[in-house]
């Protein structure tokens, strides 16, 4: 579904839906190779009777572990994962109440949404040693899972991550890009909880819902489709809001002083732009260096969680590396894989 833009604090940019607020607009031709993230081959049943979905594409170790930001779910990767599936096995999972997978009633924490995925994987017989990569607020997912599975994660990309405790830091130093985000989210969320009581109703005949369920012009017609029939119930709209809400309460939950791993192989890519934000936002525009330099700081202090880790700047992008120049995710990715082999034979 196209997401109600909203200011994603500490992203650096207006988040938009999965096709992105500022990102390049997508092709009018539809994309028939997202036919992939419409099939239901690897949706995993948990023991509650949800289901989390994966895409898993390639064979061979470590698997490729996908994490989308806050908003966004597996498609997001469409221009990478067939790419390292040509390294390496890869999964792209869909959060709960995203994609393919089902909504939930728990609030949308990042211990949940890893819950999930650690029965997904088990459920699935989706085996480790893993490679974790995470976008933006998927560095969350990421570092709570390798923090859980040490001896399982051989490898790490984080790609534009936020990170611990970002809330509570930007509130703190960055006050006008704060009032503003939570200004703008707030009529998001506002909206969404509108589209949840729209389709709550039996009659989908409204033009005012077409707002709700409308995706990127490369979807291909499954993929649309499938997507479609899943969004006509509330509950997703409400897990979807949960996870929102629950960022500030995420990041908090990430810290961790004694984060550690040791010579792991792990790549912090950091977009070269910020924000560009509207004209009126005046007092939000005059933090951007500021916002700037707390980004760069704390992608280097991710990257020194392991003693080779390295922090680069991806000329020419924004938040969304993937998809301004997936080629560069490609690459960093299959680097991990290649060291994560040398280090262990096994494959």
């Known amino acids: 579904m196209k997401r109600l833009s909203h200011i994603l604090m500490g992203a650096l940019l207006l988040l938009g839906s999965s096709a992105g607020a500022q990102v390049p607009a997508p092709k009018p031709a539809t994309n028939p190779a997202l036919d992939a993230y419409a099939s239901a081959a690897y949706s995993i049943r948990l023991t509650d ?20 930001g806050l908003g966004d779910w597996g498609v997001s990767w469409g221009l990478v994962q067939p790419d390292i599936a040509k390294h390496s096995r890869v999964c792209a999972w869909d959060r709960a109440g995203f994609g393919l997978s089902s ?13 999930d ?13 893993y490679v974790l990569v995470g976008h933006s607020m998927g560095a969350f997912e990421s570092l709570r899972f390798a923090d859980r599975h040490r001896g399982q994660v051989v490898g790490m990309v984080l790609v534009d991550p936020s990170f611990p405790d970002q809330g509570a830091r930007f509130a703190r130093e960055l006050p006008g890009f704060t009032s503003a985000g939570a200004e703008y989210e707030a009529g998001g969320l506002r909206a969404m909880r509108h589209c ?7 009659d989908h005949s409204s033009t005012e819902i077409g707002r709700c369920v409308k995706y990127p012009a490369d979807f291909s017609p499954l993929l649309r489709a499938t997507i479609t029939a899943l969004s006509y119930d509330p509950r997703r709209f409400a897990t979807q809001v949960s996870l929102s809400e629950s ?15 040791g010579a792991m192989p792990l790549r912090v890519l950091t977009a070269s732009d910020g924000p560009d934000l509207p004209p009126d936002l005046v007092a939000a525009r005059a933090e951007l260096p500021r916002m700037a330099a707390i980004w760069g700081a704390e992608h280097d202090r991710l990257a020194a969680l392991s003693t080779i880790g390295t922090n680069r700047i991806v000329d020419g992008t924004s938040h969304y590396i993937h998809r ?20 262990s034979p096994r494959k």
Not at 49 to 68: F, Q, S
Not at 104 to 113: G, I, L, M, Y
Not at 247 to 261: I, L, N, T, W
């Open 49 to 68: 009777g949800r289901t989390i979905h994966l895409t898993c594409m390639g064979t061979g170790n470590p698997t490729v572990i996908l994490t989308a």
């Open 103 to 115: 909504p939930s009633n728990a609030p949308q924490t990042v211990d949940a949404t890893v819950a």
């Open 117 to 129: 995925l650690e029965a997904a994987l088990r459920r699935g017989r989706i085996t480790g040693p």
């Open 196 to 202: 949840a009581d729209l389709v709550a109703k039996p």
């Open 247 to 261: 960022f500030d309460r995420s990041s908090a939950m990430m810290v961790d002083p004694h984060r550690r791993y």
């Open 324 to 343: 301004i120049k997936p080629e560069r995710v490609v690459a960093e990715v299959d680097a991990v894989i290649d060291a994560a082999r040398a280090k």
